[in-house]
C-alpha cells in the first residue's frame, strides 16, 4: 500500500503514522466540524459510550477536535448490567488513560424488577434497560445536545437521519418532519427541555471504521478479535459462555470455538462470528470479502422491518 | 422465512464468511477524496433502480439485507428476479406505505477507485425542497429520463435547481433504453436536447449514457452486447474521474468555530478552513473587527503542520493578543470577503409559510448566526426560467431576495466559494429552518438607498451605462437594477463622497 504524503504535513516526530488517505481525512474532518459546533452551540452536550468499535472512533475523534484542551463534555454509558465484562474493564481503562469525565447510568427497575434479557424477552428488555434507561439518564443530566455514533449505512431509517437529529422533550423523533439540512450548516436552535442527537459518524461505512482504527492505532475491545471462547448456540446465534449469570437449557452444552464479534453490546443478544481474524489486517480483508451486514448479529435488530424507526420515534439512538 | 429461519440462515452466511476464499477484491486504497452526487429525475424514471442498481453492482448490499429486501418486497420481484430496489433506499415506514420517496437518503458505496456518498432525492414536485437540500453539498448531479418520454418539465426544473446550488457536472442518463429495443436515434435526439438545456444554463461538462438501470446495463458493467454502437463510458467510469469541488484556489478564510484556552500559555481559534490555505508566517486579518495578526502555528491533534488547505479541520495560533470570538472569520489579508450591511442573494423557501417580507430571521453562515430581514425580489418559473417579480416566496420557491442586517456581515460569492457563500434562514418563531441561500453580491448602496427599497439605483457616466445594460449579465438582473446616466463629472463627486 503505498501512501501520498501531502507536502502540507510534516511529521510529528514521535509519531510513526502515515498521514491519512484523503478519503478517511475528509470523513474526520467533518466529524470534527461537527462535534466543535455541537461543543460551541449548546450549553450541556454529552458523548454516549457504547465502548463498541464505532464508540471508540467517535472519543479519537473527540480528543483530536478539541487538542490541546480535554474534550469538553462527559461520556454518558448506559449500563445495562449484561455488558461483556471485557467492555466494563476496557471503559474504565479509557477513562482513567484519557483522563475523561464519565457518568454511568443503570435503570434502576432492572434491579427492583428483576428486568433481564431472559425473563423480559429482549424486546422489553431493550425498551426498559436502554431506551427508558437513556431518557433517565439524558433528563438527569439535563442534557440538551448527545453525541452518537450512528452511522447512515446501518440501517435505512439512519440513512434518513439528519446530521443535527432534533428531539422533542420526550426525546421522540419525528422522521416525517425532520428539519431540512443543508450544506455543512446546523441548525442548533431549541427551545428549553428539547435536544438534538448529533452524529459526527452520519457519512462513515463500516469499512471506514476499521480502516480508521488501523490508521490511527486505536483501542479497540479485545473481544473484536478472534480467539478460542468458550460459547453456547442459542436462537441461531454463538453466545459468549463465560458470565455465570447465563444458565444453560436443558439441550444447550458449552463449548471453546475461535470466534470474534463484529458488534458489542449485551452478551446474551449479541451473536459471535465463526472467524479466524485475529488483527486488523485480517478483519479488514473479512469484511470486504463479507457477505452479511453487521447487524445480522444483533438480536433487537431482527424483530421486524422498520423496527429501528419504531425504536427512535421513542428515543432509542 | 420465519425469525428464527432467517437467524439460521444468516448464522450460515456468517460462517461462510471465513470458510470462502478471497472474492475480487472490492476495495483496495482510495486515493481520491469522496464523490457526493444525487439523482435527480421524475417520478418512475427509474431513480431507485439505479442506484440499487449501481449498490448492488459494487456488491455494497449484504446478503441479509438483500434477505430483508426480498421479504419486504412481497414477492413483487422483477422479471430479472431482483428484489425491489426501491425499498432500499425507502426506507421510512411512511415511504413503504405510500411507495413513493419523501426525504433524502444517504447511500454509500465504492470501487477500487473512489467511494461515493449517493443521495437518492424525491421525484415529486411538492419534495423540490428536498432535492435542494441534496443538491446543496452534491459534486455532481446524474439526471435521469425515461427513454420513451424524453425530456420533462421536471427535468428542466431539477437541471436548474442543480445548477443554482452549483452543481457544474451533469450525466444524463437515458434510462429503460431496452424498451426502446436499444433505439440509437431516440437516444442521440434526448442527448441533443438534453446539452442544449444544459448550456442555456451555463453548464458544459455533460455525459449522456443509455442505460438500462434493470438490466445493469452501462451502469457498473458495459451494455456492449445490446448497444454496440455506443463506445462511451458506464455510469460508474464516469463518476470515477469526476472532480470533487475544491476551495483552495481562492483567498484563505477560517470561520471561527471556537476559542481553544486549555491554559494560560495556549490560545488557539478552531474551525475548519473554508477555503484557500495558510501557512505559519501568514498575514491575516480577523473580521468583522478588521485587526491585523500573522500566522504562527497550525495546530492538529498528531501533526505539526506547515500549511493547512481548504476542508482541513484545525486550530490556529496567532502571534499577538486579538479579540477573537466564534462567528468571527479569519481570512487572507490580500484577498478578503465581503462585509457589509446589505447583499442579494439566491434562495429555496423550505418550509409551508414560505419567506415573508419584512420578517426578521435568523441567518446562519459559517459558523456565523445573526439577524436579518429579507425582501424577495422575484421568483424563479421553473416551466420557462424566467425571473417573474414577487414580494414572497411560497414553500419551494426559488427567489432574488435582498438582505438587510443589523451588525456587519461577511460573505463571498456562492460562486466563488460554496462555503462562505452560503447560508441557512431560520424562523425565530418555530427554530425551524425555512430556506438555504446562496449570496450572488454585496449590494452597493449608491445613492444612499435605503433598505426597504427593492431596487439598487446605479448612477454611472452614459457610455458606461450602455455598455453595462448590453451585458447578458445585466438582463437577467434588470428589475434589481435602475441605471441613472449621469456626465463624467457627477460620477466622480459621487465616488468622492463614497470614499471619503
Ligand atoms: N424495463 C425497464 N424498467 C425499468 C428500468 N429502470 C427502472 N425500471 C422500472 O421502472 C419503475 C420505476 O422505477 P423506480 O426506480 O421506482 O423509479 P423512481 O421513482 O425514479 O425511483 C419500476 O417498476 C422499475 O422496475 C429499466 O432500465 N428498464
Ligand atoms: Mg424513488
Known sequence: MSHNHPETELHNPQSTKPPLDPHLKALENEAIHIFREVAAEFERPVMLYSIGKDSSVLLHLARKAFYPGRVPFPLLHVDTGWKFQEMIAFRDEMVEKYDLDLVVHTNPRGAAESVTPFSHGSALYTDIMKTEALRQALDAGQYDAAFGGARRDEEASRAKERIYSFRTPDHRWDPRNQRPELWNLYNGMIRKGESVRAFPLSNWTEVDIWRYIQAEEIPIVPLYFAKKRPIVERDGMMILAEDPRLELLPDEVKREEVIRFRTLGCFPLTGAIRSGAATLDDIISELETATVSERQGRAIDRDQSGSMEKKKREGYF | ?500
Open chain 2, 1 to 500: 422465512m420465519t425469525a428464527p429461519a432467517i437467524a439460521n440462515a444468516a448464522l450460515d452466511d456468517a460462517t461462510a464468511v471465513a470458510a470462502y476464499p478471497a472474492q475480487e477484491p472490492v476495495r483496495a486504497t482510495r486515493d481520491s477524496r469522496p464523490l457526493r452526487l444525487i439523482t435527480c429525475g421524475s417520478v418512475d424514471d427509474g431513480k431507485s433502480t439505479l442506484i440499487g442498481r449501481l449498490l448492488w453492482d459494487t456488491k455494497a448490499v449484504k446478503e441479509d439485507q438483500a434477505a430483508t429486501l426480498q421479504r419486504d418486497s412481497n414477492g413483487k420481484q422483477n422479471d430479472l428476479g431482483l428484489p425491489d430496489f426501491a425499498l432500499l433506499l425507502d426506507g421510512l415506514q411512511a415511504e413503504r406505505e405510500q411507495g413513493i420517496t419523501i426525504d433524502v437518503a444517504y447511500r454509500y458505496f465504492s470501487t477500487d477507485k473512489r467511494s461515493f456518498i449517493v443521495a437518492d432525492t424525491p421525484g415529486h414536485e411538492q419534495y423540490t425542497r428536498n432535492m435542494a437540500t441534496g443538491a446543496s453539498t452534491a459534486d455532481l448531479a446524474v439526471l435521469l429520463v425515461d427513454a420513451r418520454v424524453g425530456l420533462l418539465e421536471q427535468t428542466r426544473r431539477h437541471a436548474t435547481i442543480a445548477t443554482l446550488m452549483g452543481i457544474r457536472q451533469f450525466v444524463l442518463a437515458v434510462n429503460k433504453v431496452d424498451l426502446t429495443n436499444y433505439d440509437r436515434a431516440r437516444f442521440e435526439q434526448i442527448s441533443h436536447e438534453f446539452k442544449e438545456l444544459a448550456l442555456s444554463l451555463g453548464v458544459r461538462q455533460v455525459t449522456a449514457i443509455p442505460v438500462s438501470a434493470l438490466k445493469g446495463e452501462n451502469v457498473v458493467y458495459d451494455g456492449r452486447a445490446s448497444m454496440p454502437w455506443y463506445d462511451g463510458p458506464t455510469l460508474i467510469e464516469v463518476l470515477e474521474l469526476a472532480t470533487t469541488r475544491s476551495a483552495q484556489t481562492v483567498g484563505f478564510r477560517l470561520p471561527v468555530q471556537r476559542v481553544s484556552r486549555p491554559g494560560e500559555s495556549f490560545r488557539g481559534y478552531q474551525g475548519t478552513v473554508a477555503g484557500g490555505s495558510v501557512k505559519p508566517g501568514d498575514s491575516v486579518v480577523i473580521l468583522p473587527s478588521g485587526m491585523v495578526a500573522n500566522v504562527t502555528k497550525i495546530v492538529t491533534f498528531d501533526l505539526v503542520r506547515n500549511a493547512a488547505v481548504a476542508g482541513d479541520a484545525i486550530t490556529l495560533v496567532l502571534d499577538r493578543q486579538v479579540d477573537v470570538s466564534r462567528g468571527d472569520m479569519i481570512a487572507a489579508i490580500d484577498s478578503q470577503p465581503m462585509t457589509g450591511l446589505a447583499f442579494d442573494a439566491q434562495l429555496v423557501a423550505l418550509q409551508p409559510e414560505g419567506i415573508q417580507p419584512g420578517k426578521r430571521y435568523w441567518l446562519k453562515s459559517g459558523s456565523r448566526r445573526q439577524r436579518v430581514q429579507v425582501q424577495p425580489a422575484s421568483q424563479l418559473d421553473l416551466k420557462t426560467g424566467k425571473w417573474n417579480h414577487a414580494d414572497e416566496l411560497p414553500m419551494n420557491g426559488i427567489g432574488k431576495v435582498h438582505l438587510v442586517f443589523d451588525e456587519q456581515a461577511i460573505f463571498d460569492a456562492y460562486e466563488q466559494n460554496r462555503t462562505t457563500g452560503a447560508f441557512i434562514l431560520i424562523d425565530p418563531d418555530t427554530n425551524n429552518t425555512v430556506a438555504g441561500g446562496m449570496i450572488t453580491a454585496k449590494r452597493a448602496a449608491l445613492g444612499g438607498i435605503h433598505a426597504e427599497e427593492s431596487r439598487v439605483i446605479l448612477s454611472l457616466p452614459a457610455d458606461l451605462a450602455d455598455q453595462l445594460m448590453a451585458t447578458e449579465l445585466f438582463a437577467g438582473r434588470r428589475e434589481d437594477v435602475e441605471v441613472r446616466r449621469i456626465t463624467a463629472g457627477k460620477a466622480a463627486e459621487i465616488i468622492d463622497t463614497i470614499d471619503g
